[in-house]
């Protein structure tokens, strides 16, 4: 079946933390620049009341999510014609003076994305590999010695321990959902609000590789810190809770129902979405359908 | 449980057992799990010992964790684990882990029932939880008695429970002392034939599972109880062994036992070889003063225990 397209209307500045709310979104649509001759549009994402101003005409009276920066845009969202827009914001101060605001991290993930792995089974599938004990993986910027992009999760998932290069704060927070033990400095850690020792070891660069060792060795605190992190990265910095709700509230996927109660709370533990626990629920709920 | 119930109840609360049924096969580990989530619970506070109940929702809960299930954890390599080091059991256990970290978090507080368990708890799921202790099954009436001749050990006849080596340690003593094993399990056939092997049959006395005052007898009457369980959880045996005034024989990876039993104070941990188990025991059976001191030692160390500590800190008053 085709996804319905999302028609987004983009205005002039920057367009922030929309583009990796977009990824996300595309779990249930197709985000579409629009322009004439893109076909059925489903619903519509503009970037500013402006932007959503200028494409009254195109967009009738179909759902509209609008991206606000302030409070002033805010109020100019809610005054635009038609029905009660979306609004996304990624101002915590903006969300709080709407109802209904959604709020996206400004530095977000998708977690479900990334399984939360714990030292012991990290062990065992290092084991699997034949790969070291000790397998301490940096993330993050280019450079010799660097991994690949598309090594990153695999390097995640496995490692006894992660570091993260200084400014890479996206490659931090995947780690983070990953469930990785985490070692990074000081100012990449502050941009998510990490604490040391209670989501992750903040350190030196010069320090980090010795304690980065030490923290895969020591499984107890790796633990801790690895599931306190996983939380810390669902409750402040995933995106596919707030894509979830922009799609939902925009027609764009199946509203919650009665019926998905069942699913809801399979989604509640972090269910895998192939876990054979789903189908296994789905069947015993068979004779309601 | 059911002590756990009936404390409530003296403490003038009204308590009652929920239990559901649990299939073990790793492909249904969940279904039980999933049906704790949607059984409606109208309580002012729930209290869960073990998984899968902890899965259960309510906005008071407490957690009094015994174990999770340790067959996805540190028993995975067990012949009864039913995991495999192949993709679908990591995934499996992978799953399980998220689900009890989810669900343990949801407490309101969370205990344990021994620091092993807390330990346990913090290695594998980066959770930490309170060691709160218990009496044992039948606290007010376990007795001493005389130090006889015989050592005692009511267990599950059970590949962790170890009773093996209690048979194999009864082959390196060179007294005339006796072992008594009681309890029923599948390992039964197999000691009895190694007993035979060893030439320690006609020293060896196993009755099966016994009553409540068989088992008080048989504690009174023992020289000492041999207790060496694998990592055990927290062991009911050892406390009813010291209530009975007997010193306990264990083995240095014993697990919760140790949390009681300190060597040369209130009995002898060894090695965990056949042949020290054999020599600490005839080194009581030798000296029946060091047996009833040791014993006596260990009834100071749990006389105090009681029931109304736990239940005040489960309803968030202790």
Redesign the interface.
Known sequence: MTPPVLGLLVGAGPTGPLASLLRVLSAWCRPHLWRPGVGPVAAWMATSPEAAEAGTSVRGRQPLAVWVDDCPALQRAQALEGPAPVLLTADPAVAANGDGVVLVPSDGVDSTRS????P??RA??R??FGLPADLVVAVGGPGPGSLPEELGPTAMALASAVKVEAGCVTRLLEAMAWAAPCVADAATSARIGGRHGVELIIAEPEEMEQLATDLGRD??RA??????AR?HVECLHDLHHPASEVAIRLGLADPVTPARR?TT??D?????PD???RR??VAALAFTA | MENLVDAFAQAGHRAELVRLPVAWEPTRLFDAALAWRMVPIDADLVVAINFPSYFVQHPRKVVWLAHQHRGAYDGADAQWSGFAADDASLEIRRQLFDWDCRALEEAERLYTISAVVADRLLRYNGLRGTPLYHPPPLRDRLRSGPYGDYVFCPTRLSENKRPELLVESLAWTSSDVRLVIAGAGVLRDSLLATARRLGVADRLEMPGYIDDETLIDRFAGALAVAYAPLDEDYGYVTLQAFLASKPVVTACDSGGVLEWVQDGVNGIVTDGTPAAMGAAIDRLFGDRDLARQLGEAGRERVGDQAWEPVVNCLLGAG
């Open positions: 399984l939360p792995l714990p012991f089974l065992c599938w084991d699997r499984w107890r633990t801790e810190l690895g599931r306190t939380r069942m709370v399979l509640v533990l972090g269910t895998a876990a054979e626990i296994r629920a």
